[in-house]
């Protein structure tokens, strides 16, 4: 199989070429037509004569697999669009997916989409905050889930008055009664030969995406079915998929890249995906490389210094030669991880940054491009990317100075706004720029150099956790007075989130109470958001105003200068 790596591109010939009118083109998408996601990335291969071919090869913990063609995937989003519809359900209502990786998570998606209405999905580790918080900004409809899931579903159902109809894929394997308001839904029994998608616009909306912010309940970027050019181009160009490759997606979706490369992307390109619903191990994720002959494979930092921990011996002891092409994303891609990735599999980790707001792949190293180990490389090809001066939004054309990654809009996957906070929406614009949030800066060759986040959200292991939630957590606890939460340099995860606690009076430090305030943070948002550590503390530094201020905190756990702290109350 011909290695990307093998060949040489000249980026600005690409830049010329590649724009998103040739993905609208090559999609069969007409000017101002009308479109809609799950026709494109399912029934169109259908029509294509390509019906049979595999999409999605599911492998569960226990390693049993299950395979299922475009075709099964046609009929199973008919019969979803078709019993949602039956619900009640209409175009533009939410609906939530609170699953783990089984194949009704990835149909499902889909078949809402069919149907018009705009998915909602839940990271199924997700504790009754985080989805409570979720499921009433957006006054979601509707909500498919397990068994396993249910009893936290339950537990927030009253407090979100717009939920209609909790419904359950697995009830058949479980038989307990359901309750008023829940229904079963077995995917397979309901396969359906037609459904007409319904027609969307490239402005319609089709996908919500909780992210996390320093400030605030997460924030609903939202998306609209006209992203998939951006998701089908970039999965053309930046993964390098073909329709004969099978891809494998490490993330979940839950998180962003779980949706946009992990359910459309590669369904756009016709190609066949790998799930594997099992937890992290070395082998088993080389084992999967192996057994499904992947050739395309995307994944995180966190992974691969994961796999780095294990050494080269787990590496040997499977056949990895059917890869050709690596990607990563989510945090930065440190170069001793590229460096390991040739060592270990003869090719290089390609990284890609973007973010939930963008909807797809920003800054790139492209297939044939140079990796400079460090660098994320370049802006994809249809965009124009830049670092701006924080104040004047004007670029920065000098190497090595550090300002702020701005992408000038639009392009087809940007959020069309926050859900329910436009005003925040309209504060990420500075000078006609996109402001990510994020710092960087360029070097001579116009490759971007990622230099940390402009803001206190956390990244740990590639998932976003804001402080704010964290910390309204903590405040739930009988113990807690005041807090502040913020992300501790970890070798594997890049950052853990560590903790600043004042106790009510009454109570004082000890182990046991530690142990209780971080199961307390797990239950209520997600394994992700507990802490690994906590300091207690006699008061959590603040701004008059009574704003936490954890640059302080950060600046004294990494022992660097405190900076400016005119602002602070000192009483
Ligand atoms: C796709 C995704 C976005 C934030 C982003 C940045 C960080 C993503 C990165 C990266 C360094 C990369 N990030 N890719 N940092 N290098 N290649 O991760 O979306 O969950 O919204 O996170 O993640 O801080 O702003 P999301």
Redesign the pocket.
């Known amino acids: 199989m011909e290695s990307v790596q093998s060949r040489t591109v000249d980026y600005q010939q690409l830049r010329s070429a590649i724009t998103w009118d040739v993905a609208r083109r090559e999609l069969g998408v007409v000017e101002g037509g009308s479109l809609n996601i799950a026709d494109l990335c399912i029934d169109r291969h259908v029509m294509a004569g390509r019906g049979d071919k595999v999409a999605l090869v599911h492998e569960n913990h226990e390693g049993e697999l299950r395979r299922f063609t475009y075709r099964d995937l046609m009929l199973l989003t008919n019969g979803w669009a078709a019993f949602l519809r039956g619900l009640g359900i209409r175009n533009l209502d939410r609906v939530c997916l609170f699953l783990d990786r089984v194949p009704e998570l990835y149909i499902g998606f889909m078949g809402i989409l069919k149907l018009g209405a705009v998915v909602e999905p839940l990271f199924s580790a997700f504790g009754e905050d985080a989805l409570h918080s979720r499921m009433e900004d957006s006054a979601a409809t509707a909500i498919i889930t397990e068994r396993k899931h249910l009893g936290k579903v339950r537990r927030v159902r009253e407090r979100v008055p717009s939920l209609k109809t909790i419904i359950v894929i697995d009830q058949e394997a479980d038989g307990r009664p359901l309750r008023e308001g829940e229904v079963a839904y077995s995917m397979m029994a309901n396969q359906l030969v037609t459904f007409p998608a319904f027609r969307a616009f490239p402005e319609t909306p089709s996908v919500l995406?909780y992210?996390?912010g320093t400030t605030g309940k997460p924030k609903g970027?939202m998306h609209v079915h006209g992203s998939v050019f951006a998701q089908y181009l970039t999965s053309k160009v930046v993964l390098d998929l073909k329709d004969d490759d099978v891809y494998w997606c490490t993330?979940d979706p839950g998180?962003?890249?779980g949706t946009?490369y992990g359910i459309i992307g590669p369904w756009a390109m016709g190609a066949t995906e790998v799930v594997l619903d099992a937890g992290f191990s070395s082998d088993r994720w080389y084992q999967t490389i192996e057994k499904h002959r992947v050739t395309v494979w995307y994944t995180?930092?966190t992974a691969i210094r994961m796999l780095m921990k294990d050494g080269l011996d787990p590496v040997a002891r499977h056949d990895h030669s059917s890869l050709r092409h690596m990607c990563?994303?989510?945090?930065?891609?440190n170069p001793e991880a590229v460096r390991w990735g040739r060592e270990a599999f003869g090719l290089d980790f390609h990284?890609?940054?973007?973010?939930?707001?963008?909807g797809a792949?920003m800054?790139?190293n492209l297939p044939g491009m140079p990796v400079k180990p460090g660098s994320?490389g370049r802006p994809f090809p249809a965009l124009e990317a830049a670092v701006v001066d924080p104040r004047s939004g004007e670029p920065i054309t000098s190497p090595g100075r550090v300002g702020l990654?701005a992408i000038r809009p639009p392009w087809p996957s940007m959020m069309r706004t926050y859900w329910n906070n436009s005003a925040t929406y309209y504060g990420k614009f500075l000078n006609g720029w996109y402001i990510?949030?994020?710092q960087a800066s360029l070097d001579r060759d116009g490759y971007f150099w990622?230099c940390?986040?402009d803001d206190d959200?956390i990244?740990t292991g590639?998932?976003?956790v804001g402080p704010f939630e964290i910390e309204s957590a903590l405040l739930e606890h009988e113990a807690v007075a005041e807090s502040a939460a913020i992300g501790k340099p970890d070798p594997v995860n890049m950052e853990v989130v560590k903790v600043f606690v004042a106790l009510r009076p009454g109570f004082t430090p000890s182990a046991d109470l530690e142990l209780s305030i971080m199961n307390h943070v797990r239950k209520r948002l997600s394994p992700l958001a507990m802490p690994q550590e906590i300091a207690f503390v006699d008061k959590v530094p603040k701004t008059r105003s009574g704003k936490i201020l954890r640059r302080v905190l950060r600046a004294q756990e990494l022992g660097q200068p405190i900076g400016d702290i005119s602002t602070m109350d000192d009483n």
């Open positions: 995406h992210t996390s970027a993330a998180w962003v890249t946009s995180a930092p990563s994303v989510g945090e930065p891609l990284d890609t940054f973007w973010q939930t707001e963008t792949i800054i790139t994320m990654i990510c949030g994020d990622f940390g986040r959200v990244n590639g998932h976003l």
